[in-house]
């Protein structure tokens, strides 16, 4: 895909359609809801959802993935539409069974349900995870981080090449309860110490960042 192709693409993706519109207002009585609104996945736009997937893919290049939090596999239907001629091996996982019943109607994917911690996942490429980490998890602050070091940990040893997640940034940001917010700086400082190869994406948006871990 040349450069002009990857523009255009990124600019039609981005910036909606009249799909996004009508998924964007579904309601829970509307018969596609589950499968199309952004709303279940934990997103306020279908293209706020697209943008975030974008970001968290910067430099794949048709390499497996595994899909941490795949919720209805979404980020597999967006790679099929915006790298169209790509062929890759995508595995998902999911703790809620709703979900990865509807990743299954939706992409005709088969999709793990049960907790990342303790499932026996495949190592691929890259392991990505979309929005994993903005919910506390933890009875404490200190807990929650703690926690989340763990679990980048194991997602770092499932992936030969390319850990990429995101986290929401408290700097700018209205907080919500029930959320978790990391300062980039602590995280980048973390991980670096770990793992060396770390890059950290704070100049898209406000509320997320990016966070990438290479391997080689």
């Known amino acids: 895909m040349n450069r002009e192709h990857l523009i255009q693409q990124i600019t039609e993706n981005l910036a909606g359609s009249d799909d996004f519109e009508k998924w964007d207002n579904l309601t829970p009585k509307d018969t596609d809801y ?5 709303t279940p996945v934990g997103y306020n736009t279908t293209s706020e959802q697209r943008y975030l997937m974008q970001n968290l893919l910067v430099g794949w290049n048709n390499e497996s993935i595994l899909d941490v ?57 890259w392991v990505i995870a979309n929005g ?57 400082d973390m991980l670096i110490e770990k793992y060396q190869n770390v890059v950290l994406r704070n100049n898209y948006s406000k509320d997320v960042y990016t966070v990438t871990i290479y391997k080689i």
């Open 34 to 38: 589950m499968l199309h609104s952004p």
């Open 132 to 188: 994993l980490f903005t919910q506390r998890r933890c009875e404490t602050e200190d807990a929650d981080l703690q926690k989340l070091f763990e679990d980048v940990d194991l997602l770092y040893n499932q992936a030969t090449n390319v850990v990429s997640f995101n986290l929401l940034n408290p700097i700018n940001n209205t907080h919500h309860e029930g959320f978790f917010y990391v300062h980039p700086g602590l995280v980048l």
């Open 69 to 125: 939090g795949c919720g209805r596999a979404d980020l597999y239907g967006f790679i099929k539409q915006f790298y169209p001629a790509s062929i890759f091996t995508y595995h998902g996982i999911d703790h809620n069974p709703t979900m990865t019943a509807y990743a299954k109607m939706k992409y005709d994917v088969e999709c793990i349900t049960g907790a990342f911690e303790t499932a026996l996942l495949p190592v691929t490429s």
